[in-house]
């Protein structure tokens, strides 16, 4: 999941560089959600972790 964010988070830089405004828009809102659902998911099996110890 980390892997996908940093792939729209390049294209989305890369867009933004060559001045494709919607693309690079696109790209940048999919890497949001991807980063914060991998922040939850990591959360969640930290804490999962702990417990199980």
């Known amino acids: 999941m980390l892997r ?3 792939i729209f988070i390049i294209l989305a830089i890369v867009a933004g ?7 690079a828009a696109g790209a ?3 890497a949001k959600v991807l980063f914060f659902i ?5 959360l ?5 972790g702990r417990r199980s110890i």
């Open 28 to 30: 940048a809102s999919i």
């Open 17 to 23: 560089i060559f001045g494709f405004g919607g693309v």
């Open 38 to 42: 991998f922040i939850v998911l990591f």
């Open 4 to 6: 996908w964010t940093v």
């Open 44 to 48: 969640l099996s930290l804490i999962g």
